[in-house]
C-alpha cells in the first residue's frame, strides 16, 4: 500500500488549488504551496481558486468548479491536481474519478517532500509513521461503502476482510514504528542528561522553514549544513557545540515550521521536538524580508505552544537584514519587540550583538561568585572557564581568587571557598 507520491516523475505536470478564506492572504499562499510543488519535485502548470464557507462532503469543492477544473486539466495537460486543504479519503477518490487524475491534499504533500528529506533512520521512522497515521482514516473511508452494506447479500467476506485486513496491517506497522521511536527517545534523552551532566546551556533553533536557520547554524558553529532556499531542507535535528571567547552552549538545528503543520507530524517528530521543549533558550528565526513575516511568526510560535515549548525563553533573531532596502525597519522592530536582535546570517552583520544577547539571557540560570580556591582543588576553576564566564582569576598565596559568573549546578561545588558575603548556594 505505497504512500501517494509526487516524486515518481520529476516533470509532472501540477494543477494547484487553492481554498484559503481570507483575500489579503492569496500572495502568500500561492507563494507557498508552488514552493512546496516544487520541493515535491513537480512544476506547476496552472491554478484555480475557491472560496468555501463550508466544504462539501462529496468532494471539498463545489461540483460546478469540479467540472470546471475538468477542463483546465485538459488544457494545462496537468498529471496531478494538489487541493491546499486536508482532504478525507472519500473526497480524495471521488475528486480522481472526476478528474481522472491523481489528486493530493496539502498534509499528502508536505510528507511526501518529509519522505524525500529524511536521511536518518529516525528522520525516515518518524515520517513512516505520519503517513501511516494519516493514511488510517483515509484507508477506511474507501470501504465506508461496503461497511454501510456489512451481511448483505454478495457483501459478505471480501469487501470487510479486505478492510479488516489493511487495518490490521497498518495497526501493526504503527505500533512496531512507536516502539522503535520510544528507543530513539530513551536514547535522546541519555544524550540529554549526558550534555546536563556538563552544565552547558542548551540551545535550539527555531522557525519557519526557509527562515535562514540552518545558515545561522553555520555561521556561529562553522559547520557545513545544508542551506537550501526550498522548503524542509533540514529535517533532521544537528547538534553542535559552540564555543566564544566568553560563551559555550550546545545548538540544536530543528526542523522548519510551516502554517498549519499536519498534526501528525508534530505527533510523529515529538521525540525530537523534545530537543526544542527542553533548551534553556530558543533562538526564533524570522525572515523580516519576507512579506508575511509577522504571519510566519505567529504560526511559529503556535506550533511551539502545540508542542509544550510555549514556557521556554525565547531570543527573536529577525534575520536576512541583507535583503532589505531600509535597515532602519529592523532597528525599529529590535527596539519596539522585547529580547531581539537584527542579523544576516549570510554576510554575518549583527553577529556581535547576537552572542551579547544570548550571553545576557543565559545569565538569568547564572549566579556571580567571588572565592579563594585551593591550588589543589584547580580543576573548579577550569571547569568556571569552560562551563562559565571568569570575571577575575588571581594567583594569591592562599589560593586562586576567582569572579565568576557560573551555572547555578556548580554552585554547591564552590560553596566551601566562596568569599564572606556573597549569597549562598
Not at 52 to 57: E, F, L, T, V
Not at 165 to 179: C, F, M, P, W
Amino acid at each position: 500500500m505505497p504512500e501517494p507520491k509526487l516524486t515518481q516523475d520529476p516533470q509532472e505536470r501540477v494543477f494547484l488549488v487553492f481554498v484559503n478564506p481570507d483575500a489579503a492572504d492569496d500572495h502568500f499562499v500561492e507563494q507557498e504551496l508552488e514552493g512546496l510543488v516544487e520541493a515535491a519535485g513537480g512544476e506547476a502548470c496552472g491554478s484555480t481558486r475557491q472560496r468555501i464557507d463550508r466544504p462539501h462532503k462529496a468532494g471539498y469543492l463545489g461540483s460546478g468548479k469540479v467540472g470546471e477544473i475538468g477542463h483546465y486539466l485538459v488544457e494545462t495537460e496537468a498529471d496531478v491536481v494538489v487541493v491546499d486543504a486536508e482532504l478525507s479519503g472519500i473526497q480524495i477518490r471521488n475528486l480522481e474519478e472526476a478528474w481522472q487524475r491523481k489528486v493530493l491534499d496539502r498534509t499528502t504533500l508536505i510528507l511526501d517532500i518529509f519522505a524525500r528529506r529524511a536521511k536518518t533512520t529516525e528522520g525516515q521512522l518518524q515520517v513512516e509513521l505520519a503517513q501511516l497515521i494519516y493514511r488510517l482514516p483515509r484507508l477506511m473511508s474507501v470501504y465506508t461503502k461496503f461497511e454501510r452494506q456489512r451481511g448483505g447479500i454478495g457483501m459478505r467476506g471480501p469487501g470487510e476482510t479486505q478492510l479488516e485486513s489493511d487495518r490490521r496491517l497498518v495497526n501493526a506497522r504503527i505500533a512496531r514504528l512507536k516502539e522503535a521511536i520510544e528507543g530513539v527517545k530513551q536514547h535522546r534523552a541519555m544524550q540529554r542528561v549526558a550534555r546536563s551532566s556538563h552544565p552547558i546551556p542548551s540551545l535550539s533553533l527555531v522557525g519557519y522553514t526557509s527562515a535562514g536557520k540552518s545558515t545561522l547554524m553555520n555561521r556561529l558553529c562553522s559547520t557545513g549544513l545544508l542551506v537550501d532556499a526550498m522548503p524542509f531542507a533540514t529535517l533532521d535535528p544537528t547538534t553542535r557545540r559552540v564555543d566564544s571567547p566568553n560563551l559555550t552552549f550546545f545548538l540544536t538545528d530543528t526542523v522548519g515550521f510551516i502554517r498549519n503543520l499536519p498534526t501528525q507530524l508534530v505527533a510523529a517528530f515529538r521525540a525530537t521536538l523534545e530537543e526544542v521543549s527542553g533548551a534553556d533558550l530558543l533562538l526564533h528565526v524570522v525572515d523580516v524580508s519576507h512579506p508575511d513575516w509577522e504571519g510566519q511568526r505567529d504560526a511559529v510560535l503556535e506550533t511551539l505552544m502545540d508542542i509544550g515549548a510555549s514556557d521556554r525563553p525565547v531570543l527573536t533573531v529577525f534575520n536576512k537584514i541583507d535583503a532589505l532596502e531600509d535597515h532602519t525597519f529592523a532597528r525599529q522592530l529590535v527596539a519596539e519587540w522585547p529580547d531581539s536582535v537584527a542579523v544576516s546570517a549570510k554576510n554575518g552583520e549583527g553577529m556581535a550583538d547576537l552572542f551579547a544577547l544570548i550571553s545576557k539571557m543565559l545569565r538569568g540560570g547564572r549566579s556571580r561568585i567571588v572565592a579563594i580556591v585551593p591550588y589543589d582543588q584547580s580543576q573548579l576553576v577550569e571547569a568556571c572557564h569552560k562551563f562559565g564566564t571568569v570575571i577575575t582569576e588571581d594567583y594569591r598565596e592562599d589560593g586562586i581568587w576567582l569572579e565568576a559568573d557560573v551555572a547555578t549546578e556548580w554552585l554547591t561545588r564552590l560553596a566551601p571557598y566562596l568569599v564572606e558575603g556573597c549569597p549562598p548556594p
